[in-house]
């Protein structure tokens, strides 16, 4: 995997997965929002998703960290492009 430091904050990824390190340290949206521009900016990164699905993925990875649910899983958030469809649903749920 390719490393790119954005903000302070380490990206890792390929052409089917971006993997944010310790991202429940990033507490606002519009600070995600900027990180991931940047991050796709710099990169050239494709992605068949859109940002505002990502940003809804990483509230929700947030949301459950600070929760204390699944801590190991959700610290991290991997934004992959071929999600499965139950999980889509829930991060439009939890990521309202």
């Known amino acids: 995997m390719k490393k790119v430091k954005i903000n ?13 390190v310790n991202s429940y340290q990033v507490k ?6 900027i990180i991931l521009r940047l991050f796709k900016l710099r990169t050239g990164y494709c992605s068949k998703r859109s940002l505002k699905s990502w940003i ?19 610290k991290d958030c991997d934004l992959e492009e ?15």
Not at 28 to 33: F, G, N, Q, S, T
């Open 8 to 20: 302070g904050v380490e990206i890792q990824y390929n052409s089917k997965n971006v993997h944010i």
């Open 28 to 33: 606002y949206k519009d600070d995600m929002i």
């Open 56 to 74: 809804k993925e990483w509230k929700s990875h947030n949301r459950l960290y600070r929760l204390g649910l699944f801590k190991s899983h959700t």
């Open 82 to 96: 071929n999600e499965k469809l139950h999980r889509l649903i829930a991060y439009q749920i939890l990521g309202i």
